[in-house]
């Protein structure tokens, strides 16, 4: 997984289709006032973490800095503060903001 996970973590069964939609809690399944736990990640979910690894193995320190700190920093600014402000009303207007600010974004930004 992208970010640093529990060796215990617990994966929850979701009815979302794939990608970021599967971390709305709303959309996980509940059977007999429990979740429904997986016991593997799906082959999507594997293969995004895999790629994910290994460009952050092949990235020097100070570039996965820059990054990270042009890409977060297009969410604040969007004021997404949570994975459930992309399910919120709202949601496209901040993903346009996202979208706005990224092109606005210099020559420098960029490249990261």
Known sequence: MMLETPKQAHIVKSVAIGGIAQHDTFSWQIENKHFVLLNTLNPDSIQTDKTLKEWVDAVPDDDLKDFFDVFFG???????????????????????????????????????
């Not at 709202?90 to 990224?102: P, W």
């Open 74 to 112: 297009l969410i604040l600014d969007a004021q997404i503060t949570s994975i459930d402000d992309f399910f919120q009303p709202n949601s496209i207007k901040k993903l346009l903001t996202i979208v706005q600010n990224a092109h606005a974004l210099t020559d420098q930004e960029k490249k990261c």
